[in-house]
Nanobody, 121 residues
Framework: QVRLVESGGGSVQAGGSLRLSCAYS???????MGWFRQAPGKEREGVAI???????NYADSVKGRFTISKDKAKNTLYLQIDSLKPEDTAMYYC????????????????WGQGTQVTVYS
């Protein structure tokens, strides 16, 4: 069965770094995968996706600070976050989808439980 489990979140001072991990199972390498976040009272926001070719795409708000990568051998998706800002505070989710691969509409078919990132000034 498909499963995605996020980890690596925490409370960090502005300017610090975090590395989020998403351990997954039963997700073919041809699927699109990505990271999304949602803050209380706000809409879900796509922050980074990675195509089956390995090419990434980032939201403008995180470009240059976030790096998405995938280790197929370890069945793990990563999100390296540097230069954290208070506005990065949110629950971060990893997702996968066979068909959709965009920052706005997906991947969205499969989701993890999320990991909380809190940035204080």
């Amino acid at each position: 069965q498909v499963r995605l489990v996020e980890s690596g979140g925490g409370s960090v001072q502005a300017g610090g770094s975090l590395r989020l991990s998403c351990a997954y199972s039963e997700i073919p390498s041809t699927y699109c995968m990505g990271w999304f976040r949602q803050a209380p009272g706000k809409e879900r926001e796509g922050v980074a996706i990675i195509y089956s070719t390995g090419a990434p795409n980032y939201a403008d708000s995180v470009k240059g600070r976030f790096t998405i990568s995938k280790d197929k051998a370890k069945n793990t998706l990563y999100l390296q976050i540097d230069s954290l800002k208070p506005e990065d505070t949110a629950m971060y989710y990893c997702a996968a989808d066979r068909f959709r691969c965009g920052l706005r509409f997906g991947p969205r078919n499969y989701w993890g439980q999320g990991t909380q990132v809190t940035v204080y000034s």
